[in-house]
């Protein structure tokens, strides 16, 4: 019998499989998972609703965000994080990486926005750019012209980069074995999925407030009242982080029975600190490595070919800052509580029951069936108007729906399945690679990922709409899904299983 199920009984290895001893690292993990969460799911949902409801703007414009906005800071993030990385110690790093990113959103709502009409472009120099880009590049002249906004966004999508994937995951992978991985990782993430759940009541909460304003107030731009309680759940969130980080260091990894310290410094000594070209060089030259990164690049290209889409129909079902937020917030909340079952029900028993690479597939798989499915309705939805309608609605909201079905799903199984593997497939390797080859692959490959597929996005807009180039969209996902389960196969049958035969067999 294996380590992962000695000392449970089969009800509890299959809805607890955790010692009471080991609550002491499991709950401020998950916790500081839960706050940083919080901070990340507040954010898509107010980064979507100022860019795509912004003046002359739309889901259009995220393709060039996220091309020549988000991967340049990237890219320049990591550099940064990679020099401090050998300076500072990784507590001191942790802080002086999350600091930053909570100062800049109390900069946008104290500074940013209120000065958004002096600061932005105005309608006559927008146009004056417009003059000479194709007609379907209309989201790049929003972008320039919104560019606080855009500023935000990009600060918005990189928290998810450097502080959850990167912070978050890579102190999980250190202070955690790949025994104690199948059993914490999923229930690790149960903390994410209840930020997604209480995301969407403050959101209704805060958006609500003007509606609660007293009989004849006049408020100049009720949004900005919103912005002032969501930028201070940023900094009480921001903060929690850093204290149960600092709680973790000094009652966690201080404790024998969770980290061995001695054991750290060995890997340290065994390997040299590399320079970030030797770093890049490795991981190109490393079978495992490269894997990892296709997983990673693959998962990036397939979710925002088929995301775009579906906000572009968002945004056309709710042109109102305040129902497109609402509608997000729902939408956030049912992504969580679905999370939530897979997580508790699915997650953990499959990585114990039917193993790494089984789990590892069910992502792409999902994203397969539920990304056709989504494609085919908007191809053929007009002619469907006429039936929609005798039940009330309209092949735009029908769209909508299915749309945040296909997304709900996806994702679930992202953050239930995909993660936990992924996060796993760190976790033998070597000090050095753990650092700066995962610095290398969630930051700038998962950026990579994202531009890649804006850059699809954009390559064909330069010949028609985003309507128009729909179908060669959708047969570029479906291509992008096969290698992502190539490389699901290799990794699993090739590399990561003969790491975790090894580990069972010395922990036997």
């Given at each position: 019998m294996s380590q992962v199920s000695t000392g449970f009984g089969?009800?509890?290895?299959?809805?607890?499989?955790?010692h009471n001893h080991e609550l002491k690292k499991l709950l401020p993990m998950f916790l500081m998972f839960f706050f940083i969460s919080i901070v990340y799911s507040t954010l898509r949902n107010l980064k979507d609703t100022l860019i795509i409801t912004a003046p002359g703007s739309g889901a259009e414009a995220l393709p060039f965000l996220k091309t020549g906005g988000v991967v340049p800071a990237a890219l320049i993030l990591m550099l940064i994080y990679a020099k401090l990385s050998n300076i500072l110690s990784k507590e001191k790093l942790f802080y002086a990486t999350v600091t930053p990113f909570i100062l800049f959103y109390l900069l946008?709502?104290?500074?940013?926005y209120p000065e958004k009409e002096h600061l932005h472009l105005s309608q006559q120099t927008a146009d004056s750019i417009a003059a000479f880009l194709p007609a379907g590049w209309f989201g790049l002249v929003a972008a320039l012209r919104n560019w606080t906004y855009s500023l935000f966004y990009i600060f918005a999508e990189l928290w998810g980069s450097f502080i959850l994937s990167l912070l978050f995951w890579g102190f999980a992978n250190d202070i955690t074995k790949v025994t104690e991985a199948k059993r914490f990782y999923?229930?690790?993430?149960?903390?994410?999925?209840l930020a997604l759940v209480c995301v969407e009541p403050l959101v209704h909460y805060v958006n609500g407030l003007q509606q609660s304003l007293p009989a004849g107030a006049v408020v100049q731009d009720p949004w900005q009242l919103q912005l002032n309680y969501y930028t201070a759940v940023f900094v009480v969130a921001g903060v929690m982080v850093m204290v149960t980080y600092r709680w973790i260091q000094k009652n966690v990894l201080t404790d024998p029975?969770?980290?061995d310290q001695t054991e750290q410094v060995k890997v340290k000594k065994a390997k040299p600190k590399l320079s970030l070209w030797d770093s890049i060089k490795f991981l190109a030259q490393s079978p495992y490595m490269l894997y990892i990164a296709i997983l990673v690049l693959a998962y990036n290209i397939s979710i925002n070919l088929i995301e775009v889409t579906w906000k572009n129909q968002l945004h056309l079902q709710f042109p109102n800052k305040?129902?497109?937020s609402n509608f997000y917030g729902l939408y956030q909340s049912s992504l969580g509580w679905v999370t939530i079952f897979m997580m508790l029900f699915i997650s953990s028993n499959f990585l114990r029951r039917l193993g790494w690479t089984f789990t590892a597939m069910v992502t792409p798989v999902?994203?397969?069936?539920?990304?056709?499915?989504?494609?085919a309705f908007v191809f053929f939805k007009e002619p469907l108007a006429p039936l929609l309608a005798q039940f009330a609605t309209t092949p735009l909201m029908l769209a909508v729906i299915i749309g945040t079905i296909q997304n709900v799903m996806s994702k679930a199984s992202k953050y239930s399945l995909f993660d936990p593997t992924k996060e796993m497939a760190y976790i033998p390797l070597d000090q050095e690679s753990k650092v700066k080859g995962k610095a290398a692959i969630d930051t700038v490959g998962a950026r990579l990922g994202k531009a890649g597929g804006s850059g699809i996005q954009l390559g064909l807009m330069t010949f028609g709409t985003l309507a128009m180039v729909l179908p060669y969209i959708a047969g570029i996902l479906f291509i992008i899904l096969i290698i992502w389960m190539w490389a699901v196969k290799q990794l699993g049958v090739t590399e990561f299983k003969q790491v975790e035969k090894k580990e069972e067999g010395l922990a036997a």
């Amino acid at each position: 019998m294996s380590q992962v199920s000695t000392g449970f009984g089969k009800f509890r290895s299959f809805f607890w499989p955790i010692h009471n001893h080991e609550l002491k690292k499991l709950l401020p993990m998950f916790l500081m998972f839960f706050f940083i969460s919080i901070v990340y799911s507040t954010l898509r949902n107010l980064k979507d609703t100022l860019i795509i409801t912004a003046p002359g703007s739309g889901a259009e414009a995220l393709p060039f965000l996220k091309t020549g906005g988000v991967v340049p800071a990237a890219l320049i993030l990591m550099l940064i994080y990679a020099k401090l990385s050998n300076i500072l110690s990784k507590e001191k790093l942790f802080y002086a990486t999350v600091t930053p990113f909570i100062l800049f959103y109390l900069l946008f709502a104290l500074v940013l926005y209120p000065e958004k009409e002096h600061l932005h472009l105005s309608q006559q120099t927008a146009d004056s750019i417009a003059a000479f880009l194709p007609a379907g590049w209309f989201g790049l002249v929003a972008a320039l012209r919104n560019w606080t906004y855009s500023l935000f966004y990009i600060f918005a999508e990189l928290w998810g980069s450097f502080i959850l994937s990167l912070l978050f995951w890579g102190f999980a992978n250190d202070i955690t074995k790949v025994t104690e991985a199948k059993r914490f990782y999923g229930l690790f993430g149960l903390g994410a999925n209840l930020a997604l759940v209480c995301v969407e009541p403050l959101v209704h909460y805060v958006n609500g407030l003007q509606q609660s304003l007293p009989a004849g107030a006049v408020v100049q731009d009720p949004w900005q009242l919103q912005l002032n309680y969501y930028t201070a759940v940023f900094v009480v969130a921001g903060v929690m982080v850093m204290v149960t980080y600092r709680w973790i260091q000094k009652n966690v990894l201080t404790d024998p029975r969770f980290y061995d310290q001695t054991e750290q410094v060995k890997v340290k000594k065994a390997k040299p600190k590399l320079s970030l070209w030797d770093s890049i060089k490795f991981l190109a030259q490393s079978p495992y490595m490269l894997y990892i990164a296709i997983l990673v690049l693959a998962y990036n290209i397939s979710i925002n070919l088929i995301e775009v889409t579906w906000k572009n129909q968002l945004h056309l079902q709710f042109p109102n800052k305040l129902d497109f937020s609402n509608f997000y917030g729902l939408y956030q909340s049912s992504l969580g509580w679905v999370t939530i079952f897979m997580m508790l029900f699915i997650s953990s028993n499959f990585l114990r029951r039917l193993g790494w690479t089984f789990t590892a597939m069910v992502t792409p798989v999902v994203l397969l069936l539920t990304g056709a499915f989504f494609f085919a309705f908007v191809f053929f939805k007009e002619p469907l108007a006429p039936l929609l309608a005798q039940f009330a609605t309209t092949p735009l909201m029908l769209a909508v729906i299915i749309g945040t079905i296909q997304n709900v799903m996806s994702k679930a199984s992202k953050y239930s399945l995909f993660d936990p593997t992924k996060e796993m497939a760190y976790i033998p390797l070597d000090q050095e690679s753990k650092v700066k080859g995962k610095a290398a692959i969630d930051t700038v490959g998962a950026r990579l990922g994202k531009a890649g597929g804006s850059g699809i996005q954009l390559g064909l807009m330069t010949f028609g709409t985003l309507a128009m180039v729909l179908p060669y969209i959708a047969g570029i996902l479906f291509i992008i899904l096969i290698i992502w389960m190539w490389a699901v196969k290799q990794l699993g049958v090739t590399e990561f299983k003969q790491v975790e035969k090894k580990e069972e067999g010395l922990a036997a």
